[in-house]
């Protein structure tokens, strides 16, 4: 059988990680979540991490290079008969052009790109009350748990992303139309684009995905 090779697109605060990790364990896939990659490069104590977290804080894209050598870096380490599944990346159509070259060179035809829609005042206001744990990265609403001071689950500090503060916010949701919107109209023209409503509980709009997916 062919590995399943999902792209998870949607807002910045649209539940895309929530999501993906669902189907991740669902469906047994590996994730390569590029922010992550990406926030972890931008805790070196060095000019090139100093260089990321500056571009990252402000919601500006990093170069393709770097993109690409953070996908590269994983993939290469995961065999081709296990599925993958890719949140928030590409985030430009140049990026979305060579990912659809690994995946081939990488035998990965079967790919699939699940857009998650949600507004722009929906996800601006979950943005700005999300904390997320200093130590293990588990996300938490303020809209739910207002007085939550440490992580429920390892007590770990919680604290704000520094891409979720207004003015990163309202530059991610720029870039969302500017970038992420040609990247889903590419993937649509190849029909393989899952569209699913991103408003609703978790379980509503996974069994959503799931509908639509298998
Ligand atoms: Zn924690």
Not at 141 to 156: H, I, M
């Amino acid at each position: 059988m062919k590995s399943l090779n999902i792209i998870f697109l949607g807002r910045s605060g649209s539940g895309k990680g929530t999501q993906a990790e669902l189907l991740m364990k669902k469906f047994v896939l590996v994730n390569i979540d590029t922010g992550d990659i990406l926030r972890k490069l931008a805790r070196r104590k060095d000019k090139f991490g100093r260089t990321v977290l500056k571009t990252i804080s402000h919601g500006k894209l990093v170069p393709i290079w770097l993109v690409i050598y953070c996908w590269f870096n994983q993939l290469l380490k995961i065999p081709s008969k296990k599925g993958i599944i890719m949140e928030g990346s590409p985030r430009q159509l140049e990026e979305a052009k060579i990912l659809e070259e690994i995946f081939s060179w990488l035998g990965r035809e079967n790919l699939k790109v699940v857009y998650l829609r949600t507004s722009t005042k929906e996800v601006t206001q979950r943005l700005l009350l999300r904390r997320i744990c200093s130590k293990c990265g588990r996300g938490f609403s303020l809209n739910f748990t207002p007085n939550l001071k440490e992580c429920s689950y390892c007590k770990g500090k919680l604290i704000r992303r520094s891409d979720d503060y207004p003015r990163a916010i309202k530059n991610r949701m720029l870039f969302f139309q500017k970038k992420i919107l040609p990247v889903i109209n590419y993937f649509r023209k190849k029909k393989i684009v899952i569209e699913v409503n991103g408003e609703g509980s978790v379980e509503e709009i996974h069994k959503r995905i799931l509908k639509k997916l298998l």
